[in-house]
């Protein structure tokens, strides 16, 4: 289901841990899969060849019930074979809501995790900024009330 992601963890040379061990559970696991999928195809075909050739009508009528026999063994095995592959389409696609959902956790957390630091940094910023600003307004402050503009502004004020 998933080729692409199954080799980016796996091949890692001398990479440990639940991630490697993981991927090469999941690449055991793909391989048992496919090779269950070719021995019940190959089944299916087999089969399904034999009962084309064994499907001629004879004059015997021993002949045609032993035919018919051998055709009911191998419909049966081909009927065994499809089974068999619906109970792997079944397990394939549990297999991939629960690794989805697995997925779908580690990129929430991996998501929560960055947004927790861009908040972080993002306080830092703002509370820099404020005591920058704070500083600013504080050294404006005093410059304005040491400053001979606001005498005059205040005489002129006082005039008026």
Known sequence: MNKGGMGVGGGGG?????????????????????????????????????????????????RNSQESFMMEIHAARMAQAAESLLKLVSELKQTAIFSGFASLNDHVDQRTEELNKMEENTNGKLSRIG??????????????????????????????
């Open 14 to 62: 001398g990479v440990g841990g639940p991630t490697a061990a993981a991927a090469a559970a999941a690449a055991q696991k793909q391989k048992s899969l496919l090779q269950r999928v070719d021995a019940d195809v190959g089944i299916l075909v087999d089969n399904f060849g034999f009962l084309v050739n064994v499907a001629r009508v004879n004059d015997p009528p021993v």
């Open 131 to 160: 005591e920058e600003a704070a500083a600013s307004l504080k050294e404006l402050e005093s410059h304005y009330y040491s400053s001979a503009i606001r005498s005059s502004n205040g005489a002129t004020s006082a005039s008026l």
